[in-house]
């Protein structure tokens, strides 16, 4: 059974950080490329980040840029997500999602695995 489980996710003033993380198992975490999206209430999900199976690329949306840093570990089956200098708009829930290819975060849909989402507020 396939699951990516996040965690992480809470309450922060603007200003801070959180580090966000996800476990997969069910599948061959080490051949895939994961990503993060978020989605805020009454806004359209938004691709956040994302890093192919062997950390040789990586993806920003702009407004992340310079301060999110995502980073994986293949031992642990686990993608993280470093989220410095949290700004109000940075709120929402954050799904980890899998794919074999890497080209399809560039899409942003049609990505074969989701998690179900952790919950990050910041407070301004």
């Known amino acids: 059974q396939v699951q990516l489980v996040e965690s992480g996710g809470g309450l922060v003033q603007a200003g801070g950080s959180l580090r966000l993380s996800c476990t997969a198992s069910g599948f061959t975490f080490e051949t895939y490329a994961v990503g993060w999206f978020r989605q805020a209430p009454g806004k359209e999900r938004e691709r956040v980040a994302a890093?192919?199976?062997?950390?040789?690329?990586?993806y920003y949306v702009d407004s992340v840029e310079g301060r999110f840093t995502i980073s994986r570990d293949n031992a642990k089956n686990t993608v993280y997500l470093q989220m410095n200098s949290l700004k109000p708009e940075d709120r929402g829930v954050y799904y980890c999602?899998?794919?074999?290819?890497?080209?399809?975060?560039?899409?942003?849909?049609?990505?074969?695995?989701w998690g179900k989402g952790t919950l990050v507020t910041v407070s301004s």
């Open positions: 999602a899998a794919d074999r290819d890497y080209s399809v975060f560039m899409r942003g849909y049609g990505i074969q695995y």
């Open positions: 890093i192919d199976w062997s950390s040789t690329l990586t």
